[in-house]
């Protein structure tokens, strides 16, 4: 199963964009990047995968390089509410599985 | 549609009873799986199944067993109960491929379970 790293913790001022790197030098070529966030305790809640391309939704943007060894989630407008954990996660494609690692605390700061 | 079902949200246990961990989901999802989230810790996956039949385990399965008889449940058992398995308990489910439109893994709210 391919590992990911990232910053244990990171800032962002209310209204600007967050940027949250990953590293997944290990990840094969049939593999998708997906990233979670979570809330206190709650489950943790989708916010956007990719395999090559860059992917936007209603929630976030996705930006992986052209070698597929790392990716930003971009949060465009940071809201207190995105406070969170957020989880990059390398889905394995002969399993499925996902394994977590111990992502990175976003505050988002007034 | 009620995605990931959980029963009970909340438990007590004594050391060494036994009980099952009910996990349901009605969006005919292949994959399922449990994790268990420790006091401000990351989750870890506990046992998967990639189809009713098929399980398989994960980082930490011991004292935990599963079975997937249906493709929309998918109970977990704990043996003996411990101290050391106080945690949360999330059960997920997915498709087995990523799909357009896919959402990946969609999780329960999660048992919260205390053993004394």
Not at chain 1, 37 to 43: D, K, N, V, Y
């Amino acid at each position: 199963d391919a590992k990911t790293t990232q910053p244990p913790s990171m800032d962002c001022a209310e209204g600007r964009a967050a940027n949250l790197p990953c590293n997944h030098s290990t990840i094969s070529g049939n593999e998708y990047v997906y990233w979670y966030r979570q809330i206190h305790s709650q489950g943790p809640q989708y916010i956007i995968h990719g395999l090559k391309n860059n992917e936007t939704n209603e929630m976030a943007s996705l930006i992986i390089t052209e070698d597929r060894k790392s990716s930003t989630l971009i949060l465009p407008h940071a809201t207190l509410r995105d406070t969170a954990v957020y989880y990059c996660i390398v889905r394995s494609s002969n399993t499925g599985k996902l394994i977590f690692g111990q992502g990175t605390t976003l505050q988002v700061k007034p | 549609n009620a995605g990931v079902t959980q029963t009970p949200k909340f438990q007590v246990l004594k050391t060494g009873q036994s009980m099952t961990l009910q996990c349901a989901q009605d969006m005919n999802h292949e994959y399922m799986s449990w994790y268990r989230q420790d006091p401000g810790m990351g989750l870890r996956l506990i046992h998967y199944s990639v189809g009713a039949g098929i399980t398989d385990q994960g980082e930490v399965p011991n004292g935990y067993n599963v079975s997937r008889s249906t493709t929309e449940d998918f109970p977990l058992r704990l043996l003996s109960a411990a101290p050391s398995q106080t945690s949360v308990y999330f059960c997920a489910s997915s498709y087995d491929v990523p799909q357009g439109g896919d959402r990946g893994y969609t999780f329960g709210s999660g048992t919260r379970l205390t053993v004394v």
